[in-house]
């Protein structure tokens, strides 16, 4: 585990790995968990994250290249099963700056029929 083990104890996405908060699930093995976004932004919203506490990407290693990479292995497949089937987006947010809400990293695999807009505001 990462981090400050007791982030884990409180931590709504280690909630959600040890069953302790329902969650509408997409995938699940050893290393990840794929599960719908409670507040999409989008037709597909979905998440998929590490089942090992890792607060953020400054937090993550070669200890968990498996699981990382699984995650971008998985999201073409789990965007397409669930009806982004022209397109979707990655999104890693990491720190305050990154504007992080949960401290455990996560993905948020975004798509539907329509355009899913600008990937950033143009600063002038």
């Not at 699984?70 to 789990?78: C, E, R, Y």
């Not at 990293?105 to 505001?121: E, K, N, Q």
């Amino acid at each position: 585990m990462s981090g400050d083990p007791r982030a884990a104890e409180s931590c709504i996405f280690c909630r959600i790995v040890r069953g302790e908060i329902p969650a509408n699930k997409l995938h699940e093995d050893e290393d990840v968990l794929a599960f719908h976004d409670v507040r999409p932004q989008a037709p597909v919203h979905f998440l998929l994250i590490p089942k090992e506490h890792v607060a953020t990407l400054y937090d993550a290693g070669m200890a968990q290249h498996r699981a990382l990479g699984k995650m971008l292995a998985l999201a073409g497949d789990l965007a397409r099963k669930a009806g982004a089937e022209d397109g979707f987006r990655c999104i890693i947010n990491t720190g305050r700056v990154g504007h992080q809400e949960v401290y455990h990293v996560h993905m948020h695999v975004i798509g539907g029929p329509d355009p899913v807009g600008p990937m950033l505001l143009r600063r002038r």
